[in-house]
């Protein structure tokens, strides 16, 4: 039996994907064996993993990547690159980030360099480390646009506040 005040309380408190996995609950009669803790406890996480999926994706969509589909599992080794496999491996972890170093990708034009960046950015969004992405000509245009509207500083705490900053001097 629904219990609709409880579903409109949910509802209120902003608990949607909770209340409608309770109405999937109460309609299914296979969950009626299941104790209410074990009960209560799908429906937290049904909630929880919705909103780390929102925050995933509010993040990857604020981190505005240029490739967000790029993986380091997807990396090429290959083709004469030139690319030592342990320390991609080791930079997936991030630790570079939380012991606050720098990183430079450098190589000629079509080697990678945009795509590695992304796959290791995705790497710290997955970690759920803030990334914000941007292209060098996009970010000196914006600063000069800001200079001349007197907005200088704040555009320039917009790209210091993520912890890990990429700037590409690709071409759009």
Not at 131 to 152: G, I, M, P, Q
């Amino acid at each position: 039996m629904l219990n609709n005040a409880t579903i409109d309380k949910l509802i209120t408190m902003k608990l949607k994907v909770m209340a409608d996995a309770y109405i999937l609950q109460e309609q299914d009669p296979s969950y009626r064996d299941i104790e209410f803790s074990d009960r209560l406890a799908m429906l937290v996480d049904a909630q929880y993993n919705q909103r780390q999926d929102n925050r995933m994706k509010r993040l990857v969509k604020t981190a505005a990547l240029d490739q967000p589909e790029a993986s380091v599992m997807n990396i090429d080794y290959h083709s004469g690159r030139n690319l030592n496999r342990r320390m991609i491996q080791k930079l997936a972890t991030c630790e570079y980030i939380v012991d606050s170093l720098n990183i430079f990708i450098t190589g000629a034009t079509g080697s990678g360099k945009t795509y590695l960046a992304c796959a290791l950015a995705m790497e710290a969004l997955k970690q759920y480390i803030t990334v914000k992405y941007v292209r060098l000509s996009d970010f000196l245009l914006e600063c000069t646009v800001a200079w001349d509207e007197k907005r200088y500083d704040k555009v320039l705490q917009t790209y210091a506040k993520p912890k890990l900053l990429i700037i590409t001097n690709g071409l759009p």
